[in-house]
């Protein structure tokens, strides 16, 4: 999926936040830190794995030359093909010794012989080294040198093809269909992969990233510091003048400190904290529960104190799913959190603020504002039935409201929390309900009247809910880009990745009709995991926007026009699979820091370019923190959108909030 996404009041200045401007995701919403001046080259990256060397084919004196694998993706390999793909060639040789072929340049197998192909952008196209092939097979061998015996984590993503992979002669994976992910044990010196692979149900590609181990040493770049957060989390961080705020499952709003990265306070915002006090008197079964959320309150001072927060997440975990299984069995529909919610969870969302409170917004249907230290000022629960991969809006302050969405949007006033107005946005009662959206919402002017701008299309009137504007084409099912405005022009991008743009007016009495272009935006001669859809919204800068779609392809436009300029696929070493939650695919968003485009992969990887109308790499560089999800070994996932505040560039991952600092 998709990403988290919120869209705040322009702010012309930076992130951050005073008294009347909001800010919350992507800075005040078009993604542009023009007064910023973070790092370009920075980084977190296993010393293991940028020991290891890998090349196309193992060099004659066996020393350790070619490239380092530090940046985890392989961009050189050897290839031999095609071969017609039989029913049985899946389970048996299709050629003899098949598993030990020890290729080089030209050498013959056959009628067949190896060739050297590149893939520059970590991808190898098998498709492209062999246009005119049909059901057929092919073998893929590169070398990776290691100083001495060590383990790495290998992410291969395939398009549903069949693969088979041998480490030195031996099988390590064997797999239809789509990813996955191998511990891979190489050998001090030279040891050789080799795949086996099979066209997909689109394209026949490759794409393996490496990642060190949880225990390896790292080397870090321009590291101003890095926190553990007590929880995992999708969403992004708000700056707000010395603070930091992000979101954490399924309901904490965590407050940092920008300077060290300390943790200042964590507050609950659940289903037991929205319940009044008469609710909890009226039930006795309360009584266990609040001793528990008392436990709960206890790990998290442990957690502010400094205690290792491995620990303290996962006895939080544990006590927290208690305390709502207990919650279910007083009332599962009045306490019960909303289901499926499987590509953010609860709360992959951005907080916001107007420089004097911060507000969050909950998957259950809780909204809630503090103060800047943590004071609890109003909440509020307002669930509702579910939709087709969750809800995926981040809150954004417009006309002195809070402003939220589950199926309808909802406004709240942002200092009583009392509501202002709402409005459906759903067409019918089912997970796949046509008017959903997974995008947030632009706030901007047209003329003298401050407007909310929806992925579904719609430009609605922020004092009363009021629909202006609505657009069927812009609106199809499923939108996750937010909408961008930039000096009165909306560039709405859809899903699938057709771009609208057209000028806001004034509204003539309870309408306006503004004249909508369109362009076409073509990615089909790249290879793609699944489909080839954008979730990661636009940037405007100078004339031209900037988009990445969920497999890594750059595509930059005219803004006046739509006309294409270039496209390129990244080295944004992504992988894919369908398991992947919000990390499915590249879903961060460009941002501009200072005069340089950030571009951000979904697994540790930032690249940097300078902005304009041909591609220039400034930089590549490389996040690699190993942790053990849920089923296997992880690099640690993103799907956040960075910020830049001064000499910082700061990134979410799903674990930790990283600060690297220009020097």
Known sequence: MRTSIVFCLLLSSGLLARAGESVGWRGDGSGRFPDAQPPVEFGYVSKTLAALRVRAEKPVDAAPAGESLAGGTIHEWLVLGPLEAGRDDKKEETLPGEARFEAAEGAKVGELAWKKIAAPAGVLDLSEAFPEAKKSLAFAQTCVHAPQACEAVLALTTNNAFAILWLNGEEVYRKDYHAARIVLKLKAGWNRLQFKVFPGNKHWFLMPVFSGMPADPHEP???????????????????????????????????????????RWIRASGCYEAASDEERAANPAFAAITEQVRQREALDAQYLAGEDPAKTREARHKLQSEIQKALEAIDKEKYGLTQGQDELGHAGFNPVSDGERV?????????????????????????????????????????GNLIVYMRELMAFDKLTGKEAWRISCSKRPDVYDPGRFHSSFAVARAGSVEVILLGNGSVVRASDGHVLFSHAEMGTQQQIPTPVVEKGRVFKLNTSGRLFFYDLAEPQTDAFAPKVSSAVVKVDRFPTYYLD????????????????????????????????????????????THNELAARGVGASPVLGGDRIYLTGNHGVVLVIQPGREYKELARNRIDNCYQGPYWLIGERCCACPVCDGKRFYYRGENTLYAFEAK
Not at 381 to 395: K, N, V
Request: one cysteine or more.
């Open 221 to 263: 770049r321009h590291l101003a510091w890095m926190t553990t957060l007590p929880a995992r989390g999708w969403g992004g961080a708000t700056i707000v003048k010395d603070r930091i705020f992000v979101q954490c499952e399924p309901d904490l709003l965590v407050c940092l400190d920008k300077a060290s990265g300390k943790a």
């Open 359 to 399: 507000y969050a917004f909950f998957a259950h249907g809780i909204s809630v504002c503090y103060d800047l230290d943590g004071k609890r000022l109003w909440q509020r629960r307002d669930p509702h039935p579910p939709i087709e991969h969750g809800f995926a809006s981040s809150p954004a302050l417009a006309d």
């Open 533 to 576: 859809w954008f979730m990661a919204s636009p940037l405007i800068h100078d004339g031209l926007v900037y988009l990445v779609n969920n497999f890594g392809v750059l595509c930059v436009l005219e803004a006046e026009t739509g006309a294409p300029v270039y496209s390129r696929l990244l080295d944004l070493g992504q992988h894919q």
